[in-house]
């Protein structure tokens, strides 16, 4: 885009002063990036102005957020500066672009940038390099903590400079839009990243239309297959299915004319990757689908001259409702299809009716009913409430829109591992929603699957620590039940008390939200500091001896580390927030540096063995870059169906397939003979099993086998080998050999069986 089309774009509120500070921008970026190219070949200035021109065209915003704008990669590309920045713009054209560099700047694969000096070849050779680390099994958790401390650093921005993430949408959206030029990893890794952080930004803070673009753009680079086969098909289907809604609006508005209801009717356009969503969540094609239609109808606020404006604002939903009654009374309404997000509104301010009908032709036709005002706020979301030189009569709204991201940062400072505040935005901010009740008639937003502990910490964090039950709708529930949408919530607390590790236990399902997780944590941290160090003392001196480091420098350790001490190191991993599979890993790395060769190799193949009778072949294991190779578990660590794993090439054995983590993997001398290797089948819909070793200690007991026994039969877990012995003191010892289909299925199973009466000790053995 040419900076001509950028000014023509300008709404007349733009005075040609505004103007010309866009225009002064303009010709500082233009020098600034003066020879650099986009891989598109076009120069770098046309992708500033497009940014520009997104921002003009989505949020009208004041002309220093549009010089931003422009300005946004002279910093992290060119040699201006920050103060050169400050001295031509002031404060705060400068601060935005520093957000934006910032943001930019987290890992490489959140932007798109100008060509290095080496041309187009060189950022190929670029990108293929980063691609060739990416594939590497040993680097991708340290890019998925880039890719999860891009996603901290956006929502602290929204939370604390909205405009940032403005621009940052903005940009995005433009580099999307132009991703054919790059090569096809490179596509592939900023689409996923967008379909992960961006798009769902997008829709958090209401802004629909380009949440709908940008999902349907990255869908189209992750699965070009499904988003060709999605649109042919909407576009074969084209003009019957125009000539069926044009039917369909003129019906309806007819039906509101008749019923005095002031509407506007129009159809509902459908996107791509929500029509992908719901034929995954039916699971079935999109020839099944009966419901890919869908109508909006629009109706003014409704006001009585006759009531105050607090009175009126109570009502203006009246036509809606009256409308909603209207489409009820004349097809039939499908159930649990009605949603009334006016009532209880989502937690981006989202208000609207949702139903679904059975139309005349027995198929579904889905209606949204909302005011005007619903619609505006619907449609552009935060972007209503940048208009420059508009009165901003909803800016409550926005308030409470940017105050509900800022809370979600309040447990930011107890979560110091990227990947889990990712997880805890994705369980926390991208989920879906439900809407419960309490006690006073208070309406809480939680995300589905939320528990009573979760609705406990988020009224307050001291009722979630003293929660010992809950009633839900009058009843008593177990604090594992899951809440549903209309659920009135009690909380049972006791005057003192705490929070119970096993709270924290995945497999018990207990807490959904990362909030309340944090919360928890936090109390333990700050109640038993001591039992935390020595905890992590003597895991990390277990794990040293297990792998064999001896001769540590624990204090050396702890400074490489980050910590200010070896107590400090012990106290993190004593309280779960590092753990001591990562100090291995910076010890392995070290030590390669300083010996410049890798440790001594072991012969693999004397821990090998075959299982064929549990594991099923044909959806056994598959090795990268092989195919018709034998494949043998490792019996040293056993990995499981959802563990990481790597194979090694055996002497005449066929490959050897190991847990990534499995000490003995750390020894080979020989890198050429690792192989990468993933699962060739999904773990616990399907009925492959593995073996793994359990032992389980108890105060003996009468029953005690029969109920561990039950535990297994219900889980479907197969146990073909049992050695059950007491000793003097009456402790009972069970060595298993059980039969299961995914780590995630062993771990709920120990869990289940440490619960039982006098069971002390219940975890795997031999790896």
């Known amino acids: 885009m040419k900076i001509e089309a950028l000014m023509d774009s300008l709404p007349d509120v733009y005075s040609q002063t505004d103007r010309e500070l866009i225009l002064r921008a303009y010709r500082v970026a233009e020098k600034a990036h003066e020879g650099q190219m986009r891989a598109s070949g076009e120069p770098y200035i046309t992708h500033c102005v497009s940014v520009a021109h997104i921002l003009v065209e989505k949020f009208r915003p004041a002309p220093y957020v549009i010089q931003a704008g422009l300005l946004h990669d002279t910093v992290e590309d060119t040699d201006l500066t920050l103060d050169d920045l400050r001295r031509d713009f002031g404060e705060r054209v400068t601060i935005l672009v520093d957000g934006v560099t910032k943001l930019t700047g987290l890992p490489r694969v959140s932007r798109m940038g100008a060509i290095p000096a080496g041309g187009l070849a060189a950022a190929e050779a670029q990108s293929q390099g980063e691609q060739a680390d990416a594939d590497d099994e040993w680097t991708r958790s340290r890019q998925y903590d880039a890719k999860s401390e891009t996603l901290r650093k956006v929502m602290l921005a929204v939370a604390d400079q909205p405009e940032v993430v403005m621009i940052k949408l903005a940009d995005r959206l433009h580099n999307i839009r132009t991703l054919y030029h790059v090569p096809e990893r490179k596509q592939k890794r900023i689409a996923r990243e967008t379909l992960d952080i961006f798009a769902p930004l997008a829709n958090r803070l209401g802004i629909w239309q380009m949440k709908w673009e940008l999902e349907d ?47 506007r009717v129009t159809g509902r356009p459908k996107h791509i990757y929500s029509i992908y969503k719901k034929m995954q969540r039916k699971g079935v094609p999109f020839e099944m689908l009966s419901d890919v239609r869908g109508v909006r109808i629009i109706v003014p606020s409704f006001v009585n001259p006759n009531e105050p404006p607090e009175v009126n604002k109570k009502l203006e939903a009246t036509y809606c409702y009256a409308a909603l009654g209207v489409v009820h009374s004349y097809w039939r309404p499908i159930p649990h299809e009605f949603d009334d997000y006016i009532a209880a509104p989502k937690n981006n301010n989202y208000r609207s009716l949702h139903t679904a009908v059975v139309y005349d032709d ?31 009569s909803s800016s409550a709204q926005f308030e409470q829109r940017i105050r509900y991201l800022r809370s979600l940062m309040e447990w930011r400072q107890d979560v110091q591992d990227a990947q889990e505040f990712m997880e805890g935005m994705k369980s926390d901010v991208f989920a879906d929603r439900v809407y419960v009740i309490t006690p006073r008639g208070d309406m809480i937003d939680l995300p589905a699957g939320a528990t009573p502990i979760d609705f406990a910490y988020h009224i307050h964090t001291e009722i979630g620590h003293r929660c010992r039950g809950a009633k839900v709708n009058g009843k008593l529930v177990p604090l594992n039940y899951e809440l549903k949408t209309g659920d009135r919530v009690e909380i049972v607390t006791v005057k003192r008390g705490g929070p119970s590790r096993d709270w924290l236990n995945p497999s018990l399902g207990m807490v959904k939200t990362q909030r309340a997780k944090a919360k928890i944590r936090r109390w333990f941290k700050e109640q038993a500091r001591e039992a935390n160090i020595a905890r992590g ?98 019996r040293c660590c056993r990995p499981l169906p959802g563990e990481p794993i790597i194979g090694y090439i055996t002497r005449g054995r066929g490959v050897t397939i190991h847990r990534q983590d499995c000490p003995n993997v750390r020894k080979i001398k020989d890198r050429e003979r ?37 535990i297994l039969e219900k889980e479907g877990v197969n146990m073909p080998k049992a050695d059950v012995r007491v ?18 299925q062993l771990s709920r199973v120990l869990a289940r069986i440490e619960n039982l009466p006098n069971v002390f000790e219940a975890i795997r053995v031999g790896g």
């Open 217 to 263: 753009l990255s869908f189209r680079y992750l699965n070009p297959e499904k988003f060709y086969e999605i649109a042919n098909a909407l576009e074969e289907r084209r003009e019957q299915r125009e000539r069926e809604m044009e039917g369909i609006i003129g019906r309806v508005r007819q039906i509101m004319r008749d019923a005095n209801i002031p509407a």
């Open 362 to 392: 027995g198929k579904t036709l889905e209606f949204q009913i909302r005011t005007e005002e619903m619609h505006r706020e619907a449609e552009e979301g935060i972007a209503a409430h940048w208009r420059y030189k508009e009165e901003r």
């Open 537 to 634: 003392r003597d895991q990390l001196e277990h794990e040293l001896h297990r792998v064999g480091y001896q001769d540590v420098s624990l204090e050396k350790l702890a400074q490489d580390l980050g910590y200010r001490s070896v107590d400090a190191l012990h106290f993190a991993i004593g309280c779960g927030d590092f753990t001591t599979s990562k100090v291995i890993n910076h010890l392995e790395s070290l030590e390669r540096k300083q010996k410049g060769l890798p440790p001594e190799e072991e012969d693999l193949t004397e821990y090998t063995s075959v299982s064929r009778s549990v594991v099923d072949p044909e959806r056994a294991i598959t090795v990268v870059g092989m195919s018709g190779l034998l494949t043998n578990i490792a």
């Open 674 to 710: 690792l192989v990468q290797a993933s699962w060739g089948f999904r773990t616990e819909k399907n009925h492959a099993t593995l073996p793994v070793s359990v032992r389980i200690r108890a105060y003996d007991r009468l029953g005690l086998m029969r109920e561990v026994s039950t």
């Open 727 to 744: 000793d003097s003191q009456n402790i009972a010892v069970f060595d298993l050999l059980v039969e299961v289909t995914s780590i995630h």
